[in-house]
């Protein structure tokens, strides 16, 4: 089983930033697009951004445009979301994920492995 291992959460002043990387230890995530996605307390779980395996192409919702960058790194078997420009409503538990194939995705439910979460907290 894939253990993915997303990190880089922490408290950050609106208008801030962080950097989210998401990891695998001990496999190759070339083959895999990986999404971002985040639930804060009391609402659903949405997508936040997804890249595609091999040729960079990204999703983004539209609340995180132009904020948010996603990229991957394969030599180093990881993939980042930078975040600027943090607002309160970013505030939640971020989680990344693995999809079987190579195009982004927004839909949860085509992702296979799950990292654990890394919370995102920006105060006002």
């Known amino acids: 089983e894939v253990q993915l291992q997303a990190s880089g959460g922490g408290l950050v002043q609106t208008g801030g930033s962080l950097r989210l990387s998401c990891a695998a230890p001990?496999?190759?995530?070339?083959?895999?697009?990986i999404g971002w996605f985040r639930q804060a307390p009391g609402k659903e779980r949405e997508a936040v951004s997804a890249?595609?395996?091999?040729?960079?192409?990204?999703y983004y919702t539209d609340s995180v445009k132009g904020r948010f960058t996603i990229s991957r790194d394969n030599t180093k078997n990881t993939v980042f979301l930078q975040m600027n420009s943090l607002k309160p409503d970013d505030t939640a538990v971020y989680y990344c994920a693995a999809r079987v194939g190579h195009l982004p995705s927004a839909k949860a439910d085509e992702y296979l492995f799950w990292g654990q979460g890394t919370q995102v907290t920006v105060s006002s």
């Open positions: 001990g496999f190759t995530l070339d083959d895999y697009a």
């Open positions: 890249i595609s395996a091999s040729d960079s192409r990204t």
